[in-house]
């Protein structure tokens, strides 16, 4: 169960992704904070909508930074890809920020 703060939300760094394609397969998250490793009974986003995931670092194992991250869907076979069907640069973040 996550943890709340004082208002009730939940806390903990949130990821947040948006894509027009979506299919049958998980979209998880990997990165140097799982050794980029595919895990997806740890690090599979929750569908909220069609076409838009999250996933929650819980706040008691927050993530190392910088944060350097990409999404895939399956594995590493389905690496996210632009419109243009090219594999963007990694996602990250340098700093740790109030979350």
């Known amino acids: 169960m996550a943890e709340k703060n004082a208002d009730g939300h939940e806390t903990g760094l949130l990821l947040e992704l948006h894509t027009p ?22 690090f599979q986003l929750t569908r909220l909508s069609p076409g838009h995931f999250q996933f929650r670092f819980p706040r008691e194992k927050p993530p190392v930074f910088p ?15 632009d419109a243009f069907g090219s594999i963007p640069p990694t996602g990250g973040w340098k700093s740790r920020r109030t979350w």
């Not at 394609?21 to 740890?42: K, M, S, Y």
């Not at 944060?67 to 890809?81: A, F, I, M, T």
């Open 21 to 42: 394609i979506e299919d049958e397969r998980p979209v998880l998250v990997t990165g140097n904070f799982n050794d980029w490793a595919i895990d997806p009974g740890r």
């Open 67 to 81: 944060l350097v991250y990409k999404y895939v869907k399956g594995g590493w076979d389905d690496q996210e890809v």
